[in-house]
């Protein structure tokens, strides 16, 4: 059931991902779009940057999901028990 649920995320990414970036972020980028003079001066503008932005998103987002969840305690509990676990099976193995 787990891996269900996360498979849909991917669907769902996969499914989203082109209309974002062809009707959202494109039109964003374009020479005489919202986002030319503020986001355009680091990635460009033009056709084809939408996919660039919604990387560069990707990016940042994953990242701060990575700090967030590695300031869980829960988290780093399962970390050290997993570390722990593999040293036991080391020394006996």
Request: hydrophobic letters at 50%; a neutral charge; zero cysteines.
């Amino acid at each position: 059931m787990v891996s269900a649920i996360s498979q849909v995320g991917f669907i769902l990414a996969f499914g989203s991902a082109g209309f974002l970036s062809d009707h959202v972020f494109n039109p964003l980028l374009l020479p005489d779009g919202a986002l030319s003079q503020t986001v355009g001066q680091f990635i460009g503008t033009g056709q084809g940057r939408g996919i660039g932005l919604l990387f560069v998103l990707s990016g940042l987002l994953v990242s701060i999901l990575g700090l967030m969840i590695g300031r869980v305690k829960k988290i780093k509990a399962l970390e050290s028990d997993a570390a722990g676990e593999a040293r036991a099976a080391d020394v006996s193995g």
